[in-house]
């Protein structure tokens, strides 16, 4: 984990982006990347990328400026009325299966706006995660994000999912409280 999240330097990106960006440009596919990847790290599970299409995350700031691109949405440590994702893209077939034939569902942790919410935002994963009969966890990120999640409450983060899937998806909350 700590290699893969590791920036050289001053580098934009950590090292995992850029090991997925290389497999990608090699394999031609992002879920083959994803793949390989968990492969070379001797992994047991399956990681699952909710799409393989080429998405850009998009956020219309609070002050009504439109950002797009992750690395310039968090750059912005602004508050964020509402994120999409252009173009809209299908889940993978195999995500939408998983999801329906899961015991449990775990989403997060990770940063509301760059790493929970898009996932959330593909077409039907949402919907399909509100109506399965798993037991659906939120685990709740440690941190707030500068900018963006300041003061955020956990019932916040739960608001702010909910307005933009339109569910309550949720059962449990998981939250490191030391």
């Known amino acids: 984990r700590q290699l893969l999240q590791h920036r050289i330097g ?9 090991l997925l960006t290389a497999l990608t440009q090699i394999s031609g596919s992002f879920p083959d990347a994803v793949s390989k990847l968990g492969q070379m790290l001797g992994l047991r599970g399956r990681v699952l990328p909710t799409t393989g299409e080429d998405v850009h995350l998009k956020a219309e700031m609070q002050s009504g400026q439109i950002v797009t691109g992750e690395t310039a949405i968090v750059q912005e440590r602004r508050p964020i009325r509402r994120l999409s994702l252009e173009p809209s893209p299908r889940p993978l077939p195999e995500v939408l299966r998983a999801l329906v034939t899961a015991d449990a569902i775990v989403v997060g942790p990770g940063s509301l706006y760059t790493s929970t919410l898009p996932n959330l935002l593909v077409e039907g994963i949402a919907s399909t995660i509100s109506g399965v009969n798993a037991v659906r966890i939120y685990v709740a990120n440690l941190m707030t994000e500068p900018g ?31």
Not at 10 to 18: E, N, Q, V
């Open 10 to 18: 001053d580098a934009a990106h950590p090292i995992g982006k850029l």
């Open 148 to 178: 963006e999640t300041d003061g955020f409450s956990l019932d916040d983060h739960l608001q702010v999912i909910r307005e933009h899937t339109g569910y309550d998806l949720f059962d449990y909350i998981m939250v490191n409280r030391s």
